[in-house]
């Protein structure tokens, strides 16, 4: 039997937080988007002291979308501070797993699970989670550090509240970024 003890960290994987996300042009900026960019940068340090990779997911969105390749939302959010050497992986429907490149990083990284952040929760997040429990990995879901914007008669923050309920209940860890970083 193989020691969980040997595998290495789980790399943390960032979804969606595209300029699209934060700069209010085409779409409203996500909830409590400033809050979720500290956040965020907190993990992405935490993972990189702490020996862990890092990826980026961008989502391509179709032609006239505001996260079409090439258009002003697409790009990664700056703020992010993404490194020259960590990758960045696209897709074009929710689930990161989508892409073969992407899941080939992640089984070559040989950890046993991932820690995600990242946009949109009720989207994207939410299909990268079920993505993970399929291919057979463990999932931290960074419970404060993934986010979306109010929809037809639900809020945000109440869709954030449910999806993380939901990924609990399919097996997902929850850790708030600060219980991640400093336990």
């Given at each position: 039997?193989?020691?969980?003890?040997?595998?290495?960290?789980?790399?943390?994987?960032?979804?969606d937080?595209?300029?699209?996300?934060?700069?209010?042009v085409?779409?409203?900026?996500?909830?409590?988007?400033?809050?979720?960019?500290a956040?965020a940068?907190?993990?992405?340090e935490?993972?990189?002291?702490?020996?862990?990779?890092?990826?980026?997911?961008?989502?391509?969105?179709?032609?006239?979308?505001?996260?079409?390749?090439?258009a002003?939302?697409?790009?990664?959010?700056?703020?992010?501070?993404?490194?020259?050497?960590e990758?960045?992986?696209s897709?074009?429907?929710?689930?990161?797993?989508?892409?073969?490149?992407?899941?080939?990083?992640v089984?070559?990284?040989?950890?046993?699970?991932?820690?995600?952040?990242?946009?949109?929760?009720?989207?994207?997040?939410?299909?990268?989670?079920?993505?993970?429990?399929?291919?057979?990995?463990?999932v931290?879901?960074?419970?404060?550090?993934h986010?979306?914007?109010d929809?037809?008669?639900?809020g945000?923050?109440?869709?954030i509240?449910?999806?993380?309920?939901?990924?609990a209940?399919?097996?997902a860890?929850?850790?708030?970024?600060?219980?991640?970083?400093?336990g």
């Amino acid at each position: 039997m193989t020691n969980p003890d040997t595998f290495p960290p789980a790399p943390v994987v960032v979804i969606d937080l595209q300029t699209g996300m934060f700069d209010g042009v085409a779409e409203p900026p996500l909830h409590g988007a400033d809050a979720l960019v500290a956040r965020a940068r907190a993990v992405i340090e935490w993972a990189r002291l702490s020996g862990r990779e890092v990826a980026f997911i961008r989502h391509d969105g179709p032609q006239g979308d505001p996260l079409e390749p090439g258009a002003p939302g697409w790009s990664l959010w700056p703020a992010l501070g993404q490194r020259d050497d960590e990758p960045v992986f696209s897709k074009s429907e929710g689930n990161a797993f989508s892409n073969p490149a992407f899941a080939a990083w992640v089984a070559d990284q040989g950890a046993r699970e991932i820690v995600l952040l990242g946009a949109q929760t009720d989207f994207c997040v939410a299909a990268t989670v079920r993505g993970a429990i399929d291919a057979g990995l463990g999932v931290t879901v960074v419970s404060d550090t993934h986010s979306t914007v109010d929809g037809p008669g639900e809020g945000a923050a109440t869709v954030i509240d449910r999806h993380n309920a939901a990924f609990a209940a399919a097996g997902a860890k929850l850790l708030t970024a600060r219980a991640l970083t400093e336990g």
